[in-house]
């Protein structure tokens, strides 16, 4: 959940860059670039790696659904995600950014990933307290933190960080 709170900041800043993109702003590409990169790194490879490698298997261990249950759901949602991540990429081009093509993927994520985060602290988390013992619950930990140093890398979450403050400070006002 801790996780939750540094992507809804990224959210923030991706909306506040928006705004200014549909304002005809065009200063922020390499900034629109990098956060980018820290969703891709972090939303996806980092927090939604931990859960599709660790958490949901642990689930459907445990009696939840994955077909037509919110395990599914879940990951549908992780791949529609991917894919308003790639049309953002792809709005990019040698001559600058298509913005349309960009602000309509960057709100479809940002809606996706809201709701996504909101079903997963009201549902999916309490079913994994409630349905993993506290020993599972603590393996569960321990793959996570070998996921961040091996696939991530060492001190990559570290510096993920620092750039969500840096942009958050940017775009973010008070």
Do not use: W
């Not at 859960?51 to 249950?69: D, M």
Request: with cysteine; hydrophobic share 40%.
């Amino acid at each position: 959940m801790r996780e939750h709170e540094s992507i809804l900041i990224a959210l923030d800043v991706i909306e506040r860059m928006n705004e200014r993109i549909l304002n005809g702003d065009s200063e922020g590409l390499k900034d629109i670039k990098e956060i980018i990169d820290f969703l891709k790194l972090f939303a996806d490879k980092c927090h939604h790696g931990k859960e599709e490698l660790y958490l949901f298997p642990a689930l459907e261990e445990a009696g939840i659904k994955n077909q037509g249950g919110p395990i599914g759901v879940m990951l549908e949602q992780h791949r529609q995600g991917r894919d308003y991540i790639k049309q953002m990429e792809n709005s990019f081009s040698a001559s600058g950014i298509n913005r349309i093509a960009f602000t309509r993927a960057a709100s479809s994520y940002v809606t996706l990933l809201r709701n996504h985060i909101e079903k997963e602290n009201a549902l999916l988390f309490p079913i994994s307290d409630s349905k993993l013992s506290a020993f599972k619950q603590q393996e569960l930990m321990r793959n996570f933190e070998k996921l961040e140093k091996e696939v991530i890398g060492e001190g990559i979450h570290e510096e993920l960080h620092i750039l969500l403050n840096r942009l958050s400070e940017k775009y973010i006002p008070g």
